[in-house]
């Protein structure tokens, strides 16, 4: 059973950093694409990161810039660095595999979500 569980969520001021990670399990993901989504309160979840599996690094335009993916093959895991955090981007963070990047809601296994908050 495959299974993704995101962890490094919390509560920072503004212009803070943050660390989320992702650790899958139930497979080997490293032909797999990698992601991560983020719902803001009254608004759709948004595909902000992705990494394919060649380590091709894709960027939400508000985001370029100040959050940086990675993933670590051997540990099943992908990370999620976010820089200077804005309080509009308080929301659910959630950890994504597919087997190749879209920029829809389409990918295949999903993680239940991490809080990230960040104070004015």
């Known amino acids: 059973q495959v299974r993704l569980v995101e962890s490094g969520g919390g509560l920072v001021q503004a212009g803070g950093s943050l660390r989320l990670s992702c650790a899958a399990s139930g497979r080997t993901f490293s032909n797999y694409a990698m992601g991560w989504f983020r719902q803001t309160p009254g608004n759709e979840r948004e595909l902000i990161a992705a990494?394919?599996?060649?380590?091709?690094?894709w960027y939400v335009d508000s985001v370029e810039g100040r959050f940086t993916i990675s993933r670590d093959n051997a540990k099943n895991t992908v990370y999620l660095q976010m820089n200077s955090l804005k309080p509009e981007e308080t929301g659910i963070y959630f950890c994504?595999?597919?087997?190749?990047?879209?920029?829809?809601?389409?990918?295949?296994?999903w993680g239940q979500g991490t809080q990230v908050a960040a104070s004015p």
């Open positions: 994504v595999v597919n087997s190749i990047v879209v920029t829809n809601t389409r990918w295949e296994y």
């Open positions: 990494i394919n599996s060649r380590g091709y690094a």
